[in-house]
């Protein structure tokens, strides 16, 4: 249906235009690993945010690890700062059935309670199975739902989208 998904770094620079407006000295900018961390320090560098970045692993929060198990690359979770009362740009790199977000409020509410969380994503590919939807996407396509969507990150550090 789709031959190729457009450059990874034009979507997270669309991004960065659209969220820049919107972005205040007080917004912190938390990555959901893996891809969603490769995609916010793109965009903490270019939007020159100060603050310092916070990056989350929801493998343990995720509703399905009963059923999948424990992942073999799980990372810790970094928050570097009080979430209290913040405003958090939560950043992912693929909004699918919209678990993984679900996942990531939940374990972001474990460390206190923002004052509000916006929604970043590179693609949203649809087929949502809650009610999230992203404040700012990179690109919005629809594809079916036996295919996936994969963010990779070559050995030159460069990202590239691909169909699976």
Known sequence: MHA???????????????????????????????????VAERLHALLKCTQPLGTLDISFYRDDFSRIG????????NLPFDLEGRSILLVDDVLHSGRTVRAAMNELFDYGRPAAIRLAV???????ELPIRPDFAGHVVDIPKHQNIILS???????TLSLA
């Open 4 to 38: 190729s998904l457009p450059d990874a770094t034009t979507l997270i620079g669309r991004l960065a235009e659209a969220i820049a407006p919107t972005l205040t000295a007080d917004t912190y900018i938390v990555g959901i690993h893996t891809g969603g961390v490769w």
């Open 153 to 159: 990150r070559l050995d030159d550090g460069h990202l």
């Open 122 to 128: 590179l693609i949203d590919r649809g087929g949502h």
């Open 70 to 77: 424990l992942h073999p690359q799980v990372k810790p979770s």
